[in-house]
């Protein structure tokens, strides 16, 4: 169990011999650190000695964009973990004197726990050398007042090739000039940095790519976040983090890195950005056609059937997709015992499909369409008042309300829409509750009202939890046209007329999609309902 909620990992051994080491460093810092985890490169620091140990420049070599690359890659085992290699004391070749090194580093979440990767003889928890490591943690950045510190004496195993110093981890960094690859090989700074990206979700290979812009740049690192058009063909982009959301996170991650620079984050509205417009910019870190340094991507080994086997927003979003986005509703106007789901999405979303499925693994599932038809009969709680509403013309001869009648009436007629809605929504609105009310006494406990106007009708104050299943506009207007057999621009014009993906997902606790194959759908639906049970157990 993780004690501390931010630490400060100081790394002392030589590279040749930490690279290799880095797995197990990250494990025994994982089991004492759950949020936020620094990282400081010192290699070659000594604690064991009498004098005060100070903080000293690092050059920036390839060696080091390999270590850096072993701890962002090895740092996805740890997905509670947000580590951040900081660079204050790492610089690049530069005609420009580095700055001092003297003052004290704020970080935006101050470390309650120090470690390292010092050894002493006896391996014990020697006072002294931890008292040596505390004042050097202060010495260098803002930390809790009750700092703790913790040798950590990872377990290497010997017999493990990933302890080999012969087995360096490849080089995420990639030059487009002819600079050698060796090790020891010194980076050259620019005063004016450019880098770009989506940053949703901000992950490790982001925080690579970062990473390199920041140690390449002296003095100005200009960042552009995608927006608005570039996010357009983006996989799932209903989940996509709000602009604002990006940056902020962006920038608190930029700062604590490398707090000396400049930092320009602004919109990149097409592919180049500020980089086609801005003279001073000597370097671009990323952009594949015109970089001068590219940064090879992260695998992820871990990735299922329909994610990318990179590190990517792409795989966290879908990772998303049947998780709760936000707390359930408080229903105190409902039994205990039963648990109300609604279920709704767009025209050619899949949502029936996914109803079924519910259905298969337990759940109550409550039709509105089914409801709505009961209504309209001549038996039905809105029959006679719909009526009188719009007339006996909708009327046909066998004594049923013709709906498509009724529907050429209030098209394009807000007022008449309105009148409809306010007969017929409450109705329908009652009538799940009786049968909610109806299957409870039989003994079901977890109900599914499925919906495509849940929202618009404003059911979502009967349920629990709104679950909104998605798929990409193209989609859902090829799979309108294939089953309803209408034209393409018939298709749009019926999605137009309701909500879109974004302004449902806005208000769901769970999104599903069912964009790929019926057995990944499967998965998602059965990983929302495992997820569903352990919740309503918990209440």
């Known amino acids: 169990m993780s004690a501390f909620r931010s630490g400060l990992l100081v790394l002392t051994s030589p590279l040749a011999a930490l690279t290799p080491r880095l797995a197990p460093i990250l494990t025994s810092a994982a089991r004492l650190v759950e949020k936020t985890l620094y990282v400081h490169l010192q290699p070659g620091l000594s604690l064991g000695g009498p004098a005060q140990p100070h903080s000293s420049h690092v050059q920036a070599t390839v060696e080091i964009i390999n270590l850096i690359t072993g701890l962002y890659a090895g740092a996805d085992a740890y997905r509670h973990l947000d580590i951040r290699v900081l660079l204050t004391n790492i610089r690049t070749k530069n005609p420009t004197p580095p700055p001092s090194?003297?003052?004290?580093?704020?970080?935006?979440?101050?470390?309650?726990?120090?470690?390292?990767?010092?050894?002493?003889?006896?391996?014990?928890?020697?006072?002294?050398?931890k008292q040596q490591l505390e004042r050097y943690a202060t010495s260098c950045?803002?930390?809790?007042?009750?700092?703790?510190?913790?040798?950590?004496?990872?377990?290497?195993?010997?017999?493990?090739?990933?302890?080999?110093?012969?087995?360096?981890?490849?080089?995420?960094?990639?030059?487009?000039?002819?600079?050698?690859?060796?090790?020891?090989?010194?980076?050259?700074?620019?005063?004016?940095?450019?880098?770009?990206?989506?940053?949703?979700?901000?992950?490790?290979?982001?925080?690579?790519?970062?990473?390199?812009?920041?140690?390449?740049?002296?003095?100005?690192?200009?960042?552009?976040?995608?927006?608005?058009?570039?996010?357009e063909n983006k996989v799932l982009r209903e989940l996509l983090q709000p602009y604002t959301d990006r940056v902020k996170h962006l920038s608190e991650f930029l700062v604590d890195m490398k707090p000396s620079l400049i930092f320009d984050i602004v919109p990149l509205l097409d592919p180049y950005g500020p980089a086609g417009t801005d003279p001073s910019l000597e370097c671009l870190v990323g952009l594949e056609e015109v970089a001068l340094y590219q940064i090879l991507l992260l695998k992820n080994p871990d990735h299922s059937e329909n994610e990318e086997d990179k590190v990517s927003s792409s795989s966290f979003r879908q990772r998303l997709l049947g998780t709760l986005l936000q707390p359930p509703n408080k229903r105190p106007d409902l039994p205990s015992n039963i648990y109300v789901v609604g279920l709704t999405g767009s025209s050619g979303s899949g949502k029936t499909s996914v109803a079924m499925l519910l259905q298969d693994l337990g759940a109550k599932v409550i039709d509105s369409d089914q409801l709505g038809h009961r209504?309209?009969?001549?038996?039905?709680?809105?029959?006679?008042?719909?009526?009188?509403?719009?007339?006996?013309?909708?009327?046909?001869?066998?004594?049923?309300?013709?709906?498509?009648?009724?529907?050429?009436?209030?098209?394009?007629?807000?007022?008449?829409?309105?009148?409809?809605?306010?007969?017929?929504?409450?109705?329908?609105?009652?009538?799940?509750?009786?049968?909610?009310?109806?299957?409870?006494?039989?003994?079901?406990?977890?109900?599914?009202?499925?919906?495509?106007?849940?929202?618009?009708?404003?059911?979502?104050?009967?349920?629990?939890?709104?679950?909104?299943?998605?798929?990409?506009?193209?989609?859902?207007?090829?799979?309108?046209?294939?089953?309803?057999?209408?034209?393409?621009?018939?298709?749009?014009?019926?999605?137009?007329?309701?909500?879109?993906?974004?302004?449902?997902?806005?208000?769901?606790?769970?999104?599903?999609?069912?964009?790929?194959?019926?057995h990944i759908t499967r998965r998602q639906v059965e990983k929302a309902w495992a997820l569903l049970l352990e919740r309503i157990k918990s209440q």
Not at 102 to 125: I, K, M, R, W, Y
Not at 478 to 487: E, G, K, V
């Open 101 to 129: 090194l003297g003052s004290v580093q704020n970080l935006a979440h101050p470390p309650e726990v120090v470690l390292t990767d010092f050894q002493t003889l006896d391996g014990g928890q020697y006072n002294p050398v």
């Open 375 to 518: 209504a309209y009969a001549p038996d039905g709680p809105a029959y006679q008042t719909v009526i009188e509403a719009f007339g006996t013309d909708i009327i046909q001869e066998d004594g049923t309300i013709n709906r498509k009648i009724l529907s050429s009436q209030v098209f394009g007629n807000k007022k008449k829409l309105k009148n409809l809605t306010d007969i017929i929504w409450p109705v329908i609105a009652k009538m799940c509750q009786e049968e909610i009310k109806k299957a409870a006494a039989e003994g079901k406990t977890i109900f599914v009202i499925d919906a495509a106007l849940l929202l618009e009708a404003g059911w979502n104050n009967m349920v629990h939890e709104v679950w909104t299943v998605i798929v990409p506009e193209t989609e859902a207007i090829r799979r309108i046209m294939q089953r309803d057999s209408l034209t393409e621009a018939a298709a749009q014009a019926r999605l137009r007329n309701q909500m879109t993906n974004q302004q449902r997902v806005d208000q769901s606790h769970v999104v599903l999609s069912t964009l790929w194959e019926p």
């Open 141 to 231: 950045y803002s930390c809790c007042p009750q700092l703790v510190s913790v040798l950590l004496y990872p377990d290497y195993d010997p017999g493990d090739s990933s302890t080999d110093p012969s087995v360096p981890y490849s080089s995420a960094l990639w030059s487009a000039s002819p600079v050698p690859k060796a090790p020891k090989h010194p980076l050259q700074g620019y005063n004016h940095v450019a880098v770009g990206g989506t940053f949703d979700h901000l992950h490790n290979a982001h925080k690579l790519l970062l990473t390199v812009a920041c140690l390449l740049a002296q003095k100005r690192l200009v960042v552009g976040v995608a927006d608005k058009d570039l996010l």
